[in-house]
């Protein structure tokens, strides 16, 4: 029903900074909540950030200060400015798109890897 589709990954060094972005097809207006999952090798998927149809942000800790989660509406697409990046930042990051109505239900993406590394 919703399809989300992540870009903007790569290879950075530490203190550098990246831009995801996510485009949303689909029945996008049934998106509450859009969003950032990270996960690294051998670690457990983690948020990072969220956005929601009013505009509430929220951020994991370890990156508050550092990232922004914003929109364009206009374009269905949400996006994850990363500055000051460090080695620890290193994963693969999913996009997220949360149904409310008429049931609960995310929708993923199938991820983008950003390695931070000199």
């Known amino acids: 029903q919703v399809q989300l589709v992540e870009s903007g990954g790569g290879l950075v060094q530490p203190g550098g900074s990246l831009r995801l972005s996510c485009a949303a097809s689909g029945s996008i207006s049934s998106i509450y909540r859009m969003g950032w999952y990270r996960q690294a090798p051998g670690k457990q998927r983690e948020l990072v950030a969220t956005i929601t149809k009013g505009g509430s942000t929220n951020y994991a800790d370890s990156v508050k200060g550092r990232f922004t989660i914003s929109r364009d509406n206009a374009k269905n697409t949400v996006y994850l400015q990363m500055n000051s990046l460090k080695p620890e930042d290193m994963a693969v990051y999913y996009c997220?798109?949360?149904?409310?109505?008429?049931?609960?239900?995310?929708?993923w993406g199938q991820g983008t890897q950003v390695t931070v590394s000199s």
């Open positions: 997220n798109a949360r149904q409310v109505l008429p049931g609960t239900y995310d929708y």
